[in-house]
């Protein structure tokens, strides 16, 4: 007899954790394969640490193939879904075309950079969301601080050492915190330099991390201000150039480095689907999955699904909410073939941790609201219970970064055309 076939699209934090636990549930008894575009799951709250030198990037990217046991991998790009017929068909690497059909779907292809309609923007800024955007702003940093100490034009230096982060939620407040300590060590390897590299922090709403506790709010804008990035609410960009960004209060800032930390939007590939979405996620039931088609699942942040602890909203795309969600469609997936009983995806937020760099760290585990070095300790065990893999060498980074010198070297390995903002697949460099 055959064995029905499950096919995750997506190996991000729903899409790995569906396939982890649909494979021990379902031990053996059902084909269960993994499309991606990258053959490793990437721990994307780390990224700030790898643009700043603390941890290298193959720690944060988690092999497919060695961690899902009895998982088939497939690398590839879904570019289509015949729902009628059962089948996804997708882009090999090397441009081959292929197919694969179902018996059981899971669409957890994640979300991309979000876009504003601002001048220059796509044509200036760069993302960030991926391994490869990480990697280039790493270099791009080294580069531009090195480039800086050669101009012999103040202006151009101080142009040069400025760094412009929009977006003052979680990833962009933890890249100005991080990348103000990062350029601070360059600086201290180039004491012709005299100036201080500038970061900025910018966003429309009324303080950093507006999602998160107020008092976690209160204690990144302490560590922000301690360390001098300038923290401007209220404020976001009205015009990018080559020259640098006009803001919408007026001012011009010099610079050669837009970071765009927005927010995220949906994969462009949900829109392909011809399914009923919510702002451009798929809507699914309170059991995850899409309406009219029972063997279609959904989750993660491609997924509109209901908040049962909010009526009558979504919940929010988030890693809690995603991985939480994988691990339900792997149960519910395995109910609809007779084992257990469907649930209803509920979960409560058990708190936050963000990570502010050296010593700094914000965190409410189950609301208890911390603050430094207590923080600091929960946020890297949070980080370490929740990596699926790599754990000790994670660890023994940071225990490096805290005891030597961090050596900041550009490779050169991401070219800037390879990370353009405007990107459905910004975790796969662009080809020219």
Known sequence: ???????????????????????????????????????????????????????????????????????????????????????VGFTQPEGERNRLAYDRLVLAVGSVNKLLPIPGVTEYAHGFRS?????????????????????????????RATFVVVGAGYTGTEVAAHGQLFTDRLMAQRPRLTIRPRWMLLDVAP?????LDRRMSDTAHRVLDRRGVDVRMGTSVAV?????????????????SLIWCV?????????????????GRLVTDEYLNVPGFPEVFACGD???????????????????????????????IAASYGQG??????????????????????ANPLKVPLSGLPAKAVTRGYHLLAMPGN????????????????PAVQLGLVPAHAVPLESSTPEVPARV
Not at 244 to 250: F, N, R, S
Not at 314 to 326: E, I, N, S
């Open 341 to 362: 009983t469907r649930k209803s995806y509920k979960h409560h937020d058990l708190g936050w941790v963000v990570d502010l760099g050296g010593r700094d760290a914000a």
């Open 131 to 159: 391994l490869p955007e990480a990697l280039f702003l790493h270099d791009h940093v080294v580069r531009q601080i090195e480039l800086a100490e050669q101009a012999a034009d103040p202006a151009e230096q101080q142009a």
């Open 391 to 406: 754990r000790p060498r994670i660890a023994a980074d940071w225990l490096l970064d805290a005891t030597l010198p961090r």
């Open 1 to 87: 007899m055959t064995k029905p076939r499950v096919v995750i699209v997506g190996a991000g934090f729903a899409g790995y954790h569906a396939a982890k636990t649909l494979s021990r549930l379902a031990k053996d008894r059902a084909e269960i394969v993994v499309l991606n575009a990258t053959d490793y799951f990437l721990y994307l709250p780390l990224l700030p640490e790898v643009a700043a030198g603390v941890v290298e990037p193959t720690r944060i990217s988690v092999p497919l193939a060695g961690t899902l046991d009895g998982v088939r991998i497939v690398v590839g790009e879904a570019d289509h879904v015949d729902l009628q017929n059962r089948w």
């Open 207 to 211: 303080r950093a991390l507006p999602e």
């Open 302 to 332: 491609a997924a509109a699904v209901p908040d049962l602890t909010r009526p009558g909203q979504v919940c929010t795309m988030t890693a809690q909410h995603a991985q939480r969600q994988g691990k339900l469609v792997a149960h519910n």
């Open 263 to 279: 927010g995220v939007r949906p994969d462009p590939f949900v829109a392909q689907l011809g399914l009923r979405t919510e702002k």
């Open 240 to 256: 990018a150039t080559a020259d640098g960004v006009k803001l919408t209060d007026g001012d011009f800032v010099p610079t050669c």
